[in-house]
T-cell receptor
Framework: NAGVTQTPKFQVLKTGQSMTLQCAQD?????MYWYRQDPGMGLRLIYYSASEGTTDKGEVPNGYNVSRLNKREFSLRLESAAPSQTSVYFC???????????????FGEGSRLTVL | QQPVQSPQAVILREGEDAVINCSSSKALYSVHWYRQKHGEAPVFLMI?????EQKGHEKISASFNEKKQQSSLYLTASQLSYSGTYFC??????????????FGKGTHLIIQP
């Protein structure tokens, strides 16, 4: 089992370019999240999806769009990248044992994005 | 709203103890603790649900004071492997998808031999 897989791991963009970060989980979880991590700021929630077909804004959604394509995949899109979006992006999914929420977040390895 | 962690950084000698605090101005359903090594993803340590429970994991334990909306992470007889950044995450409602986990800014822990 791979758990949570993110692609790409590294990306350099120019201001104004667009790109999509892909995330897939093979744990059959309902919920998936996108976080960004910046030095001194901790992890901040961009968007989350409680189940297939639903998405909701987190703390810092501006400049991003998401798609919950199916139960496995949750993508994050930057339509017009800005230098302020330079960050490490993590996709995560909380462990679920049946209907019991255990609280354990499984993270992908992260996607390091630089916007010049 | 981000929970507030303190201290921001701690430098210890191997074998010393450390306490990391996490507080919120809002009522919480649960507090979650994670550790992150440089260049890696955060790793789950433990979850504490409202009810004021205390949990332990070898020499790492935590408590949750529901009345004060505060949690503390205790690291006793620290080892070099404990070095990293510790994050507390909070949830205000139960369930996995009702809202995401809100993290504090982190506490950097450096253990020296």
């Amino acid at each position: 089992n791979a758990g949570v897989t993110q692609t790409p791991k590294f990306q350099v963009l120019k201001t104004g370019q667009s790109m999509t970060l892909q995330c897939a989980q093979d744990m059959n979880h309902n919920s998936m999240y996108w976080y960004r991590q910046d030095p001194g700021m901790g992890l901040r929630l961009i968007y989350y999806s409680a189940s297939e077909g639903t998405t909701d804004k987190g703390e810092v959604p501006n400049g991003y769009n998401v798609s919950r394509l199916n139960k496995r995949e949750f993508s994050l899109r930057l339509e017009s990248a800005a230098p302020s979006q330079t960050s490490v992006y993590f996709c995560a999914s909380p462990r679920e044992d049946g209907r019991l929420y255990t609280g354990e977040l499984f993270f992908g390895e992260g996607s390091r994005l630089t916007v010049l | 709203q981000q929970p507030v962690q303190s201290p921001q950084a701690v430098i210890l000698r191997e074998g010393e103890d450390a306490v990391i605090n996490c507080s919120s101005s809002k009522a919480l359903y649960s507090v979650h603790w994670y550790r992150q090594k440089h260049g890696e993803a955060p790793v789950f340590l433990m979850i504490l649900l409202k009810g004021g429970e205390q949990k332990g994991h070898e020499k790492i334990s935590a408590s949750f004071n529901e009345k004060k909306q505060q949690s503390s992470l205790y690291l006793t007889a620290s080892q070099l492997s404990y070095s990293g950044t510790y994050f507390c995450g909070t949830k205000r409602v139960s369930g996995g998808g009702a809202d995401g986990l809100t993290f504090g800014k982190g506490t950097h822990l450096i253990i020296q031999p």
